[in-house]
T-cell receptor
Framework: KNEVEQSPQNLTAQEGEFITINCSYS?????LHWLQQHPGGGIVSLFM???GKKKHGRLIATINIQEKHSSLHITASHPRDSAVYIC?????????????????FGKGTHLIIQP | DVKVTQSSRYLVKRTGEKVFLECVQD?????MFWYRQDPGLGLRLIYF???????EKGDIPEGYSVSREKKERFSLILESASTNQTSMYLC???????????FGPGTRLTVT
């Protein structure tokens, strides 16, 4: 079983629509990240959260620790929002290293916003 | 702004060649990471380092090694490149007291 599950895998919507991308994980975590990857490869961190809700512009991220679930919402979507959105978590100490554990990633949601 | 740079955006190598991928960050971050990204599999951690000369294996270290001789530079080495190492390689760094990671632009490696 994947440790981080994202849905949907692919999403095509019309400009202006409200978008929701979901992320579920299987064990307790220290932090959850939402990342954005545009064609060409560069990854940008959108949010890092461990509880509650964060908002930045038209983007909103929520997390429910008890349900092990997070959502990323995009309001008033625009074609420039077209990208791959990736959920990543920091799992409980998995490696023997000094606290710098790497992230475990979902497979991403490919979002296309059509004009 | 944090800047993480990678030595090449695109690289083509032959099977059996030794390949070096370089990553440099300019924010004095303690932690650095190498990931590879493949369609349908997402990003997977290869190696990471939390200090100079320190390294830890990630999920898929086989066929790779790393070097961190200076704090700002983290190198990924493919000792003998194979076709199954064709992938997008992404470097990231983070400060010691934060889980926030900053990614480089990626290197798309093709091994023929």
């Amino acid at each position: 079983k994947n440790e981080v599950e994202q849905s949907p895998q692919n999403l095509t919507a019309q400009e202006g629509e409200f978008i929701t991308i979901n992320c579920s994980y299987s064990v307790g975590i220290s932090a959850l990240h939402w990342l954005q990857q545009h064609p060409g490869g560069g990854i940008v961190s959108l949010f890092m959260l461990s509880s509650g809700k964060k908002k930045h512009g038209r983007l909103i991220a929520t997390i429910n620790i008890q349900e092990k679930h997070s959502s990323l919402h995009i309001t008033a979507s625009h074609p420039r929002d077209s990208a791959v959105y990736i959920c990543a978590v920091r799992l409980p100490v998995k490696y023997s290293g000094g606290g710098a554990d790497g992230l475990t990633f979902g497979k991403g949601t490919h979002l296309i916003i059509q004009p | 702004d944090v800047k993480v740079t990678q030595s090449s955006r695109y690289l083509v190598k032959r099977t059996g060649e030794k390949v070096f991928l370089e990553c440099v960050q300019d924010m004095d971050h303690e932690n650095m990471f190498w990931y590879r990204q493949d369609p349908g599999l997402g990003l997977r951690l290869i190696y990471f380092s939390y200090d100079v000369k320190m390294k830890e294996k990630g999920d898929i270290p086989e066929g790779y090694s790393v070097s961190r001789e200076k704090k700002e530079r983290f190198s990924l080495i493919l000792e003998s490149a194979s076709t199954n190492q064709t992938s997008m390689y992404l470097c990231a760094s983070s400060p010691g007291n934060s889980y926030e990671q900053y990614f480089g632009p990626g290197t798309r490696l093709t091994v023929t």
